[in-house]
């Protein structure tokens, strides 16, 4: 540990400290956001696909293969 008796050196830790939590923080809000995005576009995706398979199965009529 080095003795600053005059206090002649400022520490630049205690400056910065207000700096690093925000960035903190910012790299966390962003990440929770990046994820409730992905989840949203995947049920969307879902849903999407979900009602065009229904509509493509209604309004298809029975195959060859279905006859008979």
């Known amino acids: 540990m080095v003795r600053d008796p005059g206090g002649l050196?400022?520490?630049?830790?205690?400056?910065e400290k207000g700096a690093y939590r925000f960035h903190a923080v910012l790299a966390l809000v962003s990440e929770i956001v990046l994820v409730f995005l992905a989840e949203l576009v995947l049920v969307l995706?879902?849903?999407?696909?979900?009602?065009?398979?229904?509509?493509?199965?209604a309004t298809d009529g029975p195959g060859p293969a279905d006859e008979g």
């Open 45 to 57: 995706g879902v849903v999407l696909r979900r009602d065009a398979a229904r509509s493509a199965a």
């Open 9 to 15: 050196v400022e520490p630049d830790f205690a400056q």
